[in-house]
């Protein structure tokens, strides 16, 4: 994978200054103090309304938890109504010196769907254990697109409108599905040294009552979906399925918090063996990397910064099913790829980059925004469609609302556009 990667990095070359020959430069114009080092004094929602109504400021204990609690209310063919609610829950564990997070959405749909996700990501007393995880439940109605960014065949007719990642609109060129998803990744890691954890894991994706609302087989009435002819060719059922597998994991994060980082670099390294042992169809490997890092434009005002996001999932041709392989908006946070609807670009391998650009509106200020661009490429063998032979580009800014100044928690509006595609996220904490 890495020789996939040296030997296609001119075509991936805007990218990859974005992601990686941008901080060297930022960091170099520290010394400009781009913004004046006044210093500021950060002020979140709850300061604004106690203020508004001349109440003096309330000073909640250091290692205490903070909450917030998003609707999520909405619209589309593929779900009907949606209603439900979204939380994330910010604490301290006792003896650690880092924030731990947690995430979950509970939503119901008017067509009798269901969407359950909880995501962990914790560290232990003086910092000793780092554990993360991604657990989802879900009754659903998704587009898929065939693999590879060049697809579908002939592109997008319309313009796609999403919500949050589900579509809503049609196209004649897309192929609806319905299936039950389950996922349990969990992951254990030990502290090696200061920012360096090394641990194992387990990973379980499975697929169930899957329905290809396009397919047909009838004589003189054949139309087989890019699901289907994924297969039927590698030899994979088409109602049912599942990855089952066992991970080890090297991470290096010094970010001096995960929920909104002022500095610091996560970066993660990943290895996935999926043996017939488990259960599964074939003896498979996926390997995934990942990059995170943050670099203030003020010494005053960190919360004034860039930061850049890089992933790459590798897992060869054929060796999972349609479903299992890498998609944009699948990782934990389902975040990547704004612009575009979860699954738009899915293949054997995907190389995914974003930078944004991130301020205040004013220093110490309750409201900020963000700029942000972000690249997608994924192959298909079947094609002959190699990595960074076609790259999708997003792009668009956000709103972001201080609602506890403890634990940085923003509360997160973005407008994200994409080729032919808008969508529209209002979530709890950063993209990345």
Known sequence: MLNILLRNAGRFFPILI?????????????????????????????????AALHKPPKNKPESGGSLLLVPVIGSNP???????????????????????????????????????????NIYTRSNKIFLTGDWRYLVYSQTTYGLGTTSPEGGILDYQYNLAGTETTDDSLC?????????????????????????????????????????RLEPGDTFQTSHYAYSKYYGFPVDKYFSSAINANLVYDSRDNMIR?????????????????????????????????????????????????????????????YLVLPATG????????????????????????????????KCGGVLGGVLFLNATTTDNPALDLKLFESIKAGYGAGLRIMVDKRSRTNLAVDFGFGQKSFGFYLAASEAF
């Not at 699948?330 to 190389?351: A, C, E, H, I, W």
Request: with cysteine.
């Open 175 to 215: 192929q609806p599905m319905k299936f039950n998803f389950t996922r349990f990744h969990q992951s254990i890691a030990f502290k090696i040294k200061p920012g360096f954890y090394g641990g194992l894991g387990y990973a379980y994706d499975g697929y169930a009552k899957i329905v290809d609302e396009k397919l």
């Open 18 to 50: 974005l992601i990686f020959a941008i901080p060297v430069f930022v960091s170099a114009q520290d010394s400009l103090k781009i913004i004046s080092d006044t210093g500021c004094v950060q002020r979140d929602l709850p300061d604004v309304i106690r």
């Open 78 to 120: 593929a779900t009907g109504f949606i209603f439900g609610v979204s939380g994330q829950y910010a604490l301290k564990m006792p003896g650690s010196t880092l924030y731990s997070l947690i995430i979950a959405t509970a939503q119901v749909t008017s067509k009798s769907q269901l969407i359950f996700m909880v995501r962990n």
């Open 330 to 361: 699948y990782d934990q946070r389902g975040r990547s790829g704004r612009g575009y609807t979860q699954g738009r670009f899915r293949g054997p391998n995907l190389v995914y980059g974003e930078a944004e650009y991130r301020f205040p509106f």
């Open 261 to 321: 980082p002022y500095k610091g670099i996560y970066a993660m390294a990943s290895w996935r063996g999926g043996y017939r042992f488990l259960g599964n169809e074939k003896n498979v490997n996926y390997f995934q990397l990942e990059w995170r890092s943050y670099h203030p434009l003020s010494k005053a005002n960190p919360s004034h910064q860039v930061a850049f996001w890089a992933m790459g999932n590798f897992s060869g041709a054929g060796k999972y099913p």
